[in-house]
């Protein structure tokens, strides 16, 4: 029996190495966003500041471990086999959970995960307790579970996710009427008290919430922190204050910067030094339970373990490693990446491809929203209107839309200032909070207050907020009911249970691991198409080549592979050919989205300019609805079980097919190497390729009138060679349109940030 157990803490030790992966790359939008967002330092200078941040808070962690051994339930009430069943229980669903949310790109709380699955795992095993012990009723679960614990937590996150979006909603608009956008301009001590509110801010956070319960902590300084808070912060607001005066004036110092590197670094730090508990906490939890239980001599089933309740340390080294993990799992994972995306974007100035449909809770909530904006806005004064409104206008600027960044210095600042706070005093009043839900809803709150969820966005960013504060609530519950049943059936499986359920995490993990890394694969293989942002016609044809040339060579591989599938009657190579073509139709229409920017970009005297990028969209998206119909026209007949086409039909395709890809290729080269005139030889022996369609179809007629019997594959094949000719005139319409636009002897004109260059 003594085996089993020491099966299950080396199973652990995996389970807390693998929880530490997919936690940090969940968390590690908690300190990322803002920095990342506002493109303050480069990428790599955000990594190592967040790297030394994990570093420290994960040596300051110990005092956290306590909530895995007794803040969920009472470990006098259980014996060390139920304690290490609930263990066990509680790390399986804990990875599951967390890589599934990863994988969608959604942020979630480790903190609340791990409390409600100790709660299911806790709940399961005392209900299997008082069921098989007569003298016991429902009523005595109370004995067994720290009731309080759980509802302060579920208040926990009602109040984060109101109190975080409402104060960072308040104070980024006050932030923004004091500053606005032309915030460089202003006098520097506007920077500097700025800076010392927030860095003041920033700085008690660091110690309160992540250095507050170190080791090294001299007592005197706890003490005096606990006493006289007020002292402390009116002090470093002064001090802080004075020195950033000093630095603007003597060092010339980005101050903005600077207070974004401090707040990267401090969230890194309390995520480290709190959350730590959530990745390792229970394998550790279990060692410890280990180490009483095998030197007490009693059989697991009857050893009470009040041994938990007790205070412990955890040993540095242990800390140690486990902030090593976090800190390579930063730098390595691109599921974090992910994670960091839906906040950034969520929260952008300007527009982007919105990634969640707008649905009936959020249409209303704006519906709303815009009466309530309404009814204000009669109250106020037109000079406090007009005074206002000219704070939030943003100067006019010509940047690259991959180096614009999602917002600006200034809300970033407020993101870290308002988070670190309601952080610090959540933790002094002793509430359980949790850092994502703080650090996501307060970010949610200033980009509302920033006005970036206009009348255009503002549907479809109510929307992922619904979303991601649903899939919170979701977790709770999926955590609770996952970890109660793995911990039923570890309790009745033994180590067969253990093994199986072993076995499905690490194939659920490797399959998960393994689609994403395809589809990121996939995301960079595909060159997606690109917006055009030249502001003159010559310039728009040689900046616009490459996505006629993606266009092309997609449409080639979309052309045939439906032309194949039908041909070995393959549905599921159809059916992704389907995908594929819906995918290049909604890059179309976000091109298509972008019309708007793009003519506010052009010069005066270039507009022709945008007659031509907006013929040229439409061709493109003809091309892709022939594309689409001759993709789905083709699914539906093989996934219908319909008739096969006959031998000649397939082979008068398949010869259609390998004229197209000749002329696709010779096309696609063209536009990859800027050789405009060699469209002229293409559109030259256009009519080659149509009398080849004519002859098709002609055939076609021929064969229904004398031998034909199925109505449904001479529909199919008279649709398919009438859609084939459709895109051949929208690609010849789409190579006249640069044909003649074309010039060679006109230099195409520049963007400022290439001329800068």
């Known amino acids: 029996m003594e085996n089993l157990y020491i099966y299950m803490l080396a199973a652990l030790a995996f389970l807390a190495v693998a929880d530490l992966v997919v936690g940090v790359s969940n968390d590690a939008v908690n300190f990322l966003n803002s920095a ?14 967040a790297s030394l941040g994990v570093a420290v808070g994960a040596m300051t962690s110990s005092g956290m471990m306590e909530v895995a ?14 304690i290490m069943v609930i263990f066990m229980a509680v790390m399986l669903t804990d990875i599951l959970l967390l890589d599934f949310f990863n994988t969608l790109g959604l942020p979630t709380s480790t903190t609340v995960s791990i409390v409600f699955e100790l709660l299911g795992a806790s709940v399961a095993v005392a209900l299997i307790k008082i069921y098989g012990d007569n003298t016991q009723s429902i009523t005595d679960l109370t004995n067994y579970i720290n009731n309080e614990k759980a509802i302060e937590i579920i208040l926990g996150i009602l109040l984060s996710v109101v109190v975080a979006f409402t104060i960072g909603a308040i104070v980024q608009y006050v932030s923004r009427l004091l500053l606005s956008f032309n915030f460089q301009e202003k006098p520097d001590w506007y920077g500097s008290i700025f800076s010392g509110f ?39 607001f002064v001090a802080f204050t004075i020195l950033s005066l000093l630095a603007i004036k003597l060092l010339n110092a980005k101050i903005y910067t600077i207070i974004i590197i401090v707040g990267t670094f401090a969230l890194a730090v309390a995520f480290a030094g709190n959350d730590l508990v959530n990745f390792i906490g229970v394998p550790i939890a279990a060692y410890n339970s280990y180490e009483v239980w095998s030197t007490s001599g009693i059989e697991a089933t009857n050893y009470a373990m009040v041994a938990l309740g007790e205070p412990v340390r955890t040993e540095l080294c242990l800390l140690l490693i486990a902030g090593l993990i976090m800190v390579l799992t930063l730098w390595f994972s691109s599921k974090a990446k992910a994670v960091v995306k839906t906040s950034v974007d969520l929260s952008r100035q300007d527009e982007v491809k919105e990634r969640f449909e707008p649905n009936f809770l959020s249409r209303n909530i ?7 904006n309404d009814s204000v806005n009669k109250i106020l004064p037109n000079t406090f209107k007009k005074w206002s409104n000219d704070r939030f206008v943003e100067p006019k600027r010509v940047i690259k839309i991959q180096d614009k960044p999602a917002f600006d210095l200034v809300r970033a600042s407020v993101n870290l200032m308002v988070a670190s706070v309601l952080i610090s005093v959540a933790t002094s009043m002793k509430l359980p909070l949790s850092t994502t839900y703080v650090t996501f809803m307060v970010a949610m709150g200033t980009s509302l207050a920033d006005r970036a969820w206009g009348s255009e966005s503002a549907v479809y960013r109510v929307a992922g907020v619904l979303n991601v504060i649903g899939g919170w609530f979701f977790t709770a519950f999926s955590a609770f009911v996952a970890a109660a ?15 199986g359920l072993l076995i499905l995490a690490m194939v659920l993990l490797i399959r998960n691991y393994l689609l994403h890394r395809k589809s990121s694969k996939i995301m960079r293989e595909e060159d997606k198409l690109e917006r055009a942002e030249s502001n003159s016609t ?17 449409g080639n591989r979309i052309y045939t592979s439906a032309i194949n599938g039908l041909a070995v009657q393959d549905l599921k190579v159809l059916k992704k050919n389907r995908k594929q073509v819906d995918k290049l139709s909604d890059e179309i229409d976000d091109l298509k989205d972008n019309i708007f920017y793009f003519i506010r970009n052009l010069e005066e005297p270039s507009v022709s300019a945008s007659n031509f990028y907006i013929n040229i969209l439409g061709h493109l998206q003809d091309m892709a609805q022939s594309l689409a119909y001759i993709s789905k026209a083709s699914h539906k007949h093989i996934n219908n079980n319909h008739r096969k ?18 002329l696709f290729k010779t096309t696609q080269t063209a536009f990859e190497s800027r050789s405009f005139e060699q469209i002229g030889a293409v559109l030259a022996n256009k009519s080659k390729i149509f009398d080849l369609v004519r002859e098709k179809i002609q055939k076609q007629v021929e064969r229904t009138r ?11 094949y008279f649709n398919l060679l009438v859609e084939t000719k459709d895109l051949l005139t929208n690609m010849m319409n789409l190579l006249e349109e640069y044909f003649h636009a074309h010039d060679s002897s006109i230099t195409p004109a520049q963007t400022t940030i290439e001329q800068d260059e």
């Open 36 to 49: 990342i967002g506002s493109k303050a330092v480069s990428f790599k200078t955000i990594m190592i500041v």
């Open 69 to 82: 051994r007794k803040g969920i339930f009472n470990p006098s009430q259980f014996m060390f086999n139920e």
């Open 198 to 236: 927030a860095i003041t801010s920033i700085m008690y956070f660091i110690i309160v919430k992540g250095l507050k319960n170190a080791a090294f902590m001299p007592p005197s300084v706890k003490e005096f922190l606990s006493n006289n808070p007020v002292t402390f912060i009116a002090l470093s």
């Open 366 to 372: 704006v519906r709303l929203t815009i009466g309530l």
């Open 485 to 499: 049943i793995m911990a039923y059936i570890l309790y009745h499986g033994g180590g067969y249970a253990l093994t």
């Open 538 to 554: 010559q310039g728009v044809i040689h900046e616009s080549a490459s996505n006629i040339a993606n266009v092309i060579s997609r």
């Open 645 to 662: 086409l006959k031998f000649s039909q397939i082979k008068e395709l398949k010869d259609l097919d390998d004229n197209l890809e000749d």
């Open 706 to 716: 004398s031998e034909e019997s199925s109505p449904k594959n001479t529909t199919l």
